[in-house]
Structure formats: structure tokens, C-alpha cells
């Protein structure tokens, strides 16, 4: 019996700082998938192009977060889309990447994309990777892409 | 009654039968009307593979090539596929008269008859200024006018600058392939005088697989510009959009932004002002949608441009006296419209704090323009009247109308001042499906918004406040509105109320590639959803409003205008223009061939 409460004890204490354990073996990894902004990404924006944030440059290589809606894709089966700040309203004339907004993110995603809902706002995690680069299969010219990206709706927004 | 129909019935047979029979292709088209010594590609399609022996193109009974000056390049596979074309490229008819044009490969024979004309000698006009709104429709004309000057005693208190030109005509705008027009081709009908299909600028739209390959007709801003004028373009969208382009381009797709680019600095043209600054820097600049290293703001300052990206910037080259060449580019994509700009600060207004509005670049334009001794040729678009009927956007689309008539009321001002010898037509490319139907009172009876829309005697007068002194009223958010709907729509959410925090965004694509109504106006009070009437699959499902094939309104003042009247067909105007300045001279054009 005097034994008990102290098991009992020791029972809730490991029980309570389980959550608190979690938390420490999470918080690395949400330091790592650091979650960035459309309006942080650039210093600034300009008539004469985009400059990249310090903190854009510093997180080249590493993998971060991003919120934005998904553009309908350019081409079915396919890794890629664009990820733009608000959903995109396509013009029906527009067949090339003539009139995308200037600060739209390429995100080559892990697997297949399948679309579900483009007024859906989603999360992507993935590879941040900055510069021009021109897509091999669609011709589309970005400066800054997620590689190896994940994705998912959020569910608040 | 049967006599008459059976041989009536009898040749449609013929016809019937006759036309799938492959005739070759001969463009320009027949009842072509061509300028005297404009410049002109001339090119036959054959159906299949001909000889070049038996391949035979004659102009009024003559070899081609002995009328034209030159041979015709003989392209016996075009790209490659077993199809046989010639091709004469850059060629001009300076005799006006009847051309019978006659294309055989030996067998089947096509003919077309093209009209040359010329103009008078002497021009009657030293400057023209051609306005443009696009998408511009006698509703938005209708309710501009009750915004910006008000209605008393059953009369308005003023008319609009444009109504107070002279001569009126109604235009069509059809084109070679629909009875619908793009701004592409309708603006091409403007600025060359021919036809052309959706999505063609300067070109006859041929088989040819390329999009810079099709036969190539002369362009306003380059005939213009070859006879000593100086030539500007100005508008608020995208420089590189259909209407503007239509000054220069030569392409049968109006989205090869970056090939028009490379377009409007190889023609020349003297002020180029707009949106679109990211198709004109090297693919290396973060920001840009080139696909090479050209940085086109450098070469166009190494050509002598001037180069702004702001007002004040616009307004300080304008003000330089030396300043004869500007390229201003005030925005990544379309320059805010009249209502984000000046009043409700939406749009990429906080991003692009100091754009000029499309007055302002016109008088930019003009002040620089009028330094040329001979002339000028001027484009002033008023381009979002078009976007935000597109976007069933009312309120956004009546204040760059009422944006579009000050434009006019401005350069009315300046013609008078100097010398009045200036051709003013103001018009539209093609109409939008709009109608003022009455107004919409919050403060009627109940909660349903339907029944708050007043018709005939309820419909009363908006309670706008009276117009600033630019001719807008302060306030869109009125109690009592006006309603100005949309005929032709995709499935939306009817808000009955302006959109205060950013352009309409009526439907979007989901993931099947149907087009659905913007859940984000759901729960704005008093939303109906409404099913639209419009395709909402395929490459034409639409996810906003479309454009329309209604007769559109030309109204023009100063010399020349007198030709305006009447029923017209678009490419009327560009003869017009040629007119008021001569531009095809009997004997100018005897001197060139």
C-alpha cells in the first residue's frame, strides 16, 4: 500500500510529460520546415523584377512551408504545378505562361499530383530551391521552386 | 414559286458540293480591301503536293512575280506535311483599282478580287488620336454618363465628352473565322484593314504551323511610322495585350508576349506605355517571363527611350523637352483601374503606389508626340472596361469608362488648343453581353435582394454623390445603385453590392476542369447562386463573362470624321484613318513602285 500512490505517481508523471517529450522531439523538425510567406519571399517587387528576402536566400537547400492554392495543373499526370498566393482566375486566352502573376512558386511534388479543389488553400512542404530555371516538359520559366514536396489542405482558411 | 426555287435549290447544290471540293487558299481573301502600297505577304495553300511547273498565280491575267516585282518562294512540303504553298513575302500594289488574283496547280483554279485604294493626296488631319475602350458597350456608355454626370428633372446634367463628337457610326466586328471577335483581331481590323480570326495580330490566319509564319499585312503603326509620323500606344493593361500590340505585331497568337516585345522595339514607335514590365527583362532577373538573356528596358534606353516606372517619373520625361521616345512601364501585370487607384486603394495599388491612370499617360503621350513636325498617330486604350466586364465586376468596369471619357475630354481640349486639325474616333473592339436594368435598394421592404432591384417607376435614380471634379463620384457603396447585369455568365454567386475588397473572381476551374461558381461569395449576405448559361467544360468553358458579337459604337470629330456614318464594318475605321492622313497618296505610292 505505501508503495502504490508512489507508482501511482510515478505512472502520471511519465504520463504527463509524454505530450511535453513529443513536443521536444517536434520541435526540431518544425524548425527545419520553416513556414514562409508569399509576401516574405521577396525584398521587394518591382517594375524592374523581384529581389529575394535575405531569409529566401539563407533557406536555399532547406526544406520550408508555404501556403497558397494550387493553379490548375498545365498538364495532367504530372509532379508539377504552381502554387500562387490567391486562386487563380485563368483568362481563356491565355495558353502560355504569358500572364501567371510574377510570384508564383513551381513545386515539383513527390508523386502524381491529383487535384481535388483549386479555391482549396493548402500547406507545402518541401525543398526550397531559388533561381531561374526553365522546366524541361512545359517550358515554364520559375525562380523559385519546392522540391520533393508534400502537400496538404488546410483545414481553417 | 418553283421555278425560282429550283434553280436557286439547284446551284446551293453546286455550291454545296462544290466547296469541300479542296480549293486552294489565296490571302489576303477575297474582297480584300488593300491600301495602295501598303506592304502586304501574298500566299496560296494548295490542298496537296503540286508541281512547281504546273503551279500557276497570276494578278489580273499577269505572271505574279512580273506585277509584284519579285518570285514567289515555291514551298513544296509546309512543315513537313504533303501540302504545297507560295509565298510572297512583303509585297505592294501601289495602283488602285480591281486585282484579280488567280491561283492554279494545273488543274482546279481559285480566284479572289482584292480592292486597292488610294487616299487623297493631301491629308486633311496632322494628328490622330484613336481611343479604344475595350470591350466598351453602349450600357457602360449609358451608366457613365448617369454616374459621373448625374440626372435632374429627367434630363442628364451633361453629356460625355465623346457623346459631343459630331459623327456616329455603328460598327461590326466580325471576323474571318466567328461571328465573335477577340481584342486581337478586332483591334487588327483597327490597325490594317483587313479581317483576320481570334487571337491573329497583323497576319491572315493560314495553315502554317508556326505562330510568326502566316501571311503578314502592314500595320498602322508601321505604316505611320514609315511616312515621318510619330507613333505611341498607350494603355492599362499589359503593353504586350491584343490591343496595343495591334499597333505592330505580326503573330497568329496574341499570348507570344515575349515575341511582341522583341516587335514593338523592332518597329520603332515612339511612346509605348503600359503594363507588363516582366516580359521585357533577361530570364536571369528574378521576376522576369522572358525565355533569353535580351533585356529589352536596355536596349530601348540604348535606342534613346526614355524609361519610366512611375507617374513622376512619366511626368518628368514628358516635361523634358528633348524627350521624344518613351517606354513606361508602370506594373508587373495591368496598371490598376480608376476605381482601385483612386478610391478604394485595391488591386496592386500598395505595391504600385504611383501608377498614372490612362489620362495622365495620354497627356504624357501627347506632350511628347507633338514634337514630331509631322504628326502623329496615337492609341489610348482604356483596357479593364473589357477585364472587369470579364470579371462581371459592373462598378469597376463603368469607372474606367467614366476614366476612358476624360481621356477624350483631355485630348478634345488639346486639339482645340493647337490648331484643331486633330482626328479623334473613339470606339470599342467588340461589346460585352451588359444592360442597365434599373437600380438595387438596400432600404426596400425585406431581406431578399431580388426584390430590393427597382424596375421601371420603382427603379427611381441612384443616390450617388455628386461627381468629384475628375467625374467620379466618391462612393460606389450607395445605398441605391445602379444595375448593370451580365447576359452571358459562367455559374456565380449574385452579390447585388460592388466589390469593395478586390476585383470579382466570379467562377474558377475545379479539379475535373469544370467550371463552378466562386464559393468565396457564398456567405455574402443576400448571395444567390446562380447557374450560368455559358459552356463550363472545354477549352471554351467559360469561368467568367464572354465576349459578344453586337455592333459596337464609333464616335469620331475632326477632320476626316466626316466619313464616319452609317452602318460600317470594322476594318472602315483603319480606311478612315488612312484618309485623314494620306497614307496611300496616288502619287507617293506611283513613286515607290
Known sequence: ?157 | MRFTRLPLAAALCAAVLALPAAAQSIYPLNRAEILAGSRFDLKVEFPGLVDASTAKLSINGKDAASVVGKSADFIYREDGKDVTSLILRDVALSKAGKYTVEASDGTNTKKVVWNVYATPAKAAAKNVILFIGDGFSVAHRTAARILSKGIEDGKLNGKLAMDELPAMALLSTQGTDSIITDSANAAHAYTTGHKSCVNALGVYCSRAAGSLDHPRVETLGELAKRQGYAVGAVTNSEIEDATPAAMIAHTRRRSDFNDIVKMFYDSKIDVIMGGGSPNFLPQSTPGSKRKDDVDYIGQFKSAGYAFATTKTEMAAAADNDKTTRLLGLYNTGNIDGALDLKFLKKGSVSKFPDQPDVVEEMKAAIKILSRNKKGFVLMVESARIDKYSHSMDAERAIYDTIMFDKAVAEAKNWSKANGNNTLILVTADHSHGVSVVGTVNDDAPGNDMRNKIGTYEDAGFPNYPAPNAEGYPEKVDVSKRLRLVFANTPDYYETFRPYMDGENVPAIKNADGVMVANEKYKDVPGAVFRTGNLPNTGPRGANQGVHTGDDVVLTAGGPGSEKVHGQMENTDLFRVVADALALGKPAAAKAKK
Not at chain 1, 23 to 34: G, Q
Not at chain 1, 37 to 61: E, I, M, P, Q
Not at chain 1, 103 to 119: E, G, M, R
Open chain 1, 1 to 157: 500500500m505505501p508503495f502504490a500512490p508512489r507508482t501511482g505517481g510515478a505512472r502520471r508523471r511519465f504520463l504527463l510529460a509524454l505530450p511535453g517529450m513529443l513536443a521536444l522531439l517536434a520541435s526540431p523538425l518544425a524548425r527545419a520546415a520553416e513556414l514562409l510567406t508569399f509576401d516574405g519571399l521577396y525584398k521587394s517587387n518591382t517594375v524592374l523584377g523581384l529581389k529575394f528576402a535575405d531569409r529566401t536566400l539563407a533557406l536555399k537547400g532547406e526544406s520550408v512551408r508555404l501556403r497558397g492554392y494550387m493553379a490548375p495543373p498545365l498538364k495532367p499526370e504530372s509532379k508539377f504545378f504552381v502554387l500562387t498566393r490567391e486562386p487563380v482566375a485563368i483568362c481563356p486566352f491565355c495558353s502560355s505562361d504569358a500572364e501567371w502573376p510574377v510570384d508564383i512558386v513551381v513545386i515539383y511534388a513527390s508523386k502524381t499530383v491529383i487535384p481535388s479543389n483549386f479555391s482549396e488553400r493548402l500547406e507545402v512542404e518541401g525543398r526550397l530551391e531559388v533561381g531561374s530555371y526553365t522546366d524541361p516538359v512545359t517550358g515554364f520559366v520559375s525562380q523559385l521552386r519546392l522540391r520533393d514536396a508534400v502537400f496538404h489542405k488546410i483545414k481553417d482558411q
